[in-house]
């Protein structure tokens, strides 16, 4: 096979947001999957297809993990690199893109192992690509464009969640990323993860639980202002 395209090469990681992931069904009509076939078939420049539709996506998930733009572009680079490295192991049982996120998620894991000594904080901001308006709101309903006080409090909460989703242990942590931060159906959710559904929701219940006992100080604090 010839090398896969490099991100950085037209699109870009920077072009404007899309939904987490493209809809495909994985079925024989999955145009990922066939895809996949041609370039099985020799047809390896359109690789590049699959980097355009996932690029982003592949780029937003790393940051939350990481939550540095660099090592996000290099982990998402490694994982599309990786991805066409094996892709005669994809066997179209799940869709292309849930086996992507997977590869992206161990690249992840192996790099956090590898900075274990050093205090993780993962990222809830906005992933680039993405505007203030298209960002997700940590807190709904709380409208803070009229009050800078209220803002920085929202914001102090907001780091000290993610501080919190950063002490997770990596199951948890990776599902509350996949479908609380990333909206990512409990179905895919489990592909990702190569579990079954109940033990996503199990991860997600004690992901929950944790971050309710660490914030709730600071939520009773909060509410004595």
Known sequence: MAPPPDLSTEGGLCEARRPFGPKSGGGVDDPDRQIVEAILQGDTE????????YQLAAWRLAFSFVGNLEDARELAQNAFV????????????????TWLYRIVSNECKDFLRRKAREPVMVSLEAAPGESDRDAPELFEGADTRGDPRQSASNRELAEKLARAIGRL???????????TVHGMPLEEVSG????RVGTVKAHLFRASESLRLFLEPALAEETRR
């Open 82 to 97: 990786n991805a066409f490295r094996s892709l005669s192991r994809f066997r179209g049982r799940s869709k292309f893109s």
């Open 169 to 179: 242990p990596m199951k948890q942590r990776l599902a509350f990323l996949l479908h």
């Open 46 to 53: 359109r690789y590049s297809e699959l980097v355009h539709q």
């Open 192 to 195: 990702v993860m190569s579990c």
